[in-house]
Nanobody, 127 residues
Framework: QVRLAESGGGSVQSGGSLRLSCTGSGFTSTRYCMAWFRQAPGKEREEVASMEIDGSPNYSDSIKGRATLQQDNAKKSVFLQMSSLEPGDTAMYYC?????????????????????WGQGTQVTVSS
């Protein structure tokens, strides 16, 4: 059974930093894509950072320049280092995983929806 375990959330003041961790288990594939989403009360879920199958990260405009996404394939883990946190970053942060990928002339890339989700870790930023 595929599982994702998140940690690292907490309460910080504006300008602070947090490092979120997500570790996957229950799958053997070495080709996968992990991402971080967040959802604040009353708002839609937002993808904030994702890792391509080649290890290159993508960031949403809302967090670009304030976050760094790193992956440890040996541990099936992904880490989101966030700095200069603002009250607007307050949300439940979820780790997500997709295992489906394709290979074509453009190379390998993950495809399809994120099928697996963690339980979430709360990030609260106070002004």
């Amino acid at each position: 059974q595929v599982r994702l375990a998140e940690s690292g959330g907490g309460s910080v003041q504006s300008g602070g930093s947090l490092r979120l961790s997500c570790t996957g288990s229950g799958f053997t594939s070495t080709r996968y894509c992990m991402a971080w989403f967040r959802q604040a009360p009353g708002k839609e879920r937002e993808e904030v950072a994702s890792m391509e199958i080649d290890g290159s990260p993508n960031y949403s405009d809302s967090i670009k320049g304030r976050a760094t996404l790193q992956q440890d394939n040996a541990k099936k883990s992904v880490f989101l280092q966030m700095s200069s946190l603002e009250p607007g970053d307050t949300a439940m942060y979820y780790c997500a995983l997709r295992l489906q990928w394709v290979e074509d002339d453009a190379g390998r890339r993950c495809t399809g929806p994120y099928k697996y989700w963690g339980q979430g870790t709360q990030v609260t930023v106070s002004s």
